[in-house]
């Protein structure tokens, strides 16, 4: 299978179609293809069935669900640009299959690349076995693949993704303990401000000390108030890092990908 089917006026057609989705403003994140609006897949198509892309532009089905999820995964103001982007970047008449061994190739390197400053045992195991599933699929892009060598390099991505596991949950484990932290912190200072104020209360013997009482539980409960606030603002700081980082993912995934097809 050859892209736009070896085909110029194919190339031009789903370009053309695209381009004036986007002059109507109907170029949208979140909707796959509703009353001639939606995504990148929708407005290319006119439809959402991945599974027309073969049929109609000569892309593989992978790559047309690849292409899906980084559309909506960049910026909602990225998303447009990266669809005409795409679509021109890929040249007529070309096997798209390799991009995928290219991609993974591009992925693992950067994992790779994470990895270089840290000197920990396991992390050296998780390099050795990046660079098996790098050997490998670039066995793949010359057809040298061997059924011992993919034996291996699915050892290896085993391996590799336990270690990545077991990173992971170290990570958010120490996340939700901070989170448990400010949550406890939060409830004894609002434990300690009720008790404050009904301590107040009890000694209440002059309307001076009952004045600086009131205020000293006030007080407290403003402690409690801050702290309940900041252990939402750092939850809410950790969702938008989460955030961020799988943006910044899906356009490093952008790049790569364009890069790939431009280069062919």
């Known amino acids: 299978m050859l892209s736009y089917h070896n ?3 194919v190339k031009l057609k789903y370009q053309a179609r695209f381009e004036a989705h986007r002059k109507a403003d109907d170029v949208i994140q979140g909707t796959g293809y509703d009353n001639g609006r939606g995504c990148f897949v929708g407005c290319t198509l006119n439809k959402y069935d991945h599974s027309r892309f073969p049929v109609e532009l000569g892309w593989p089905e992978w790559l047309a669900r690849l292409a899906d999820s980084i559309f ?11 669809g005409t982007d795409l679509l021109d970047a890929v040249q007529i008449g070309k096997d798209l299959e390799p991009v995928k061994w290219h991609l993974a190739i591009a992925r693992h390197k950067v994992q790779i690349e994470r990895l270089k400053d840290n000197s920990e045992p396991y992390a050296e195991q998780v390099r050795n076995a990046l660079q098996g599933v790098i050997a490998y699929c670039q066995s793949e892009l010359t057809n040298t693949t061997t059924e011992e060598m993919a034996e291996s390099a699915a050892r290896s991505a085993a391996r590799s993704a336990r270690s990545a596991a ?14 448990e932290s400010a949550a ?5 200072s609002a434990r300690s401000a009720a008790e404050s104020a009904a301590w107040s209360a009890r000694s209440a013997w002059s309307a001076a000390e009952s004045a600086w009482s009131a205020r000293s539980a ?5 402690s409690a108030r801050s702290a309940a606030e900041s252990a939402r603002a750092a939850a809410s700081a950790e969702s938008a890092a989460r955030s961020a980082a799988e ?6 995934e952008r790049d790569t990908l364009l890069t790939i097809l431009r280069e062919m």
């Not at 006030?218 to 403003?222: D, K, R, V, Y």
């Open 247 to 252: 943006s910044a993912a899906w356009q490093f």
């Open 72 to 82: 909506e995964g960049i910026p909602k103001s990225e998303a447009p640009q990266f």
């Open 166 to 179: 077991a990173a992971e949950s170290a990570a958010e484990s120490a996340a939700e303990s901070a989170a």
């Open 218 to 222: 006030a007080e407290s409960a403003w």
């Open 184 to 188: 406890w912190s939060a409830a004894r």
């Open 7 to 9: 085909d110029p006026a």
